[in-house]
């Protein structure tokens, strides 16, 4: 069974927002801290932001000031509110628990370019 589906991704120019959603089946979303991930060609795929069981938000970096992180537990749904796009802000995103211990879905590619 697929257990995480991200969807959201599109192309935009710089400074535009995108939200991703992460919609994950199996019943183990509400006990586990997830996180959204990125991955751009020829580079490593890389943590973006994390979230709490119960809703507390940490970022990376490259995130702050910029993306939110969410999450609807009663809908096993996750968000990526995303702010101010850069270039370099370009990937395949993911999501997946912190500890990356589920199947990865095919992730949703986000395009930042004029």
């Known amino acids: 069974q697929v257990q995480l589906v991200e969807s959201g991704g599109g192309l935009v120019q710089p400074g535009g927002s995108l939200r991703l959603s992460c919609a994950a089946s199996g019943s183990f979303f509400s006990s586990r801290a997830m996180g959204w991930y990125r991955q751009a060609p020829g580079k490593q795929r890389e943590l973006v932001a994390s979230i709490s069981r119960l809703g507390t938000p940490k970022y990376e970096e490259p995130a702050k000031g910029r993306f939110t992180i969410s999450r609807d537990n009663a809908r096993g749904t996750m968000y990526l509110q995303m702010n101010s796009l850069k270039p370099e802000d370009t990937a395949v995103y993911y999501c997946?628990?912190?500890?990356?211990?589920?199947?990865w879905g095919q992730g949703t590619q986000v395009t930042v370019s004029s």
């Open positions: 997946n628990t912190v500890t990356q211990d589920r199947a």
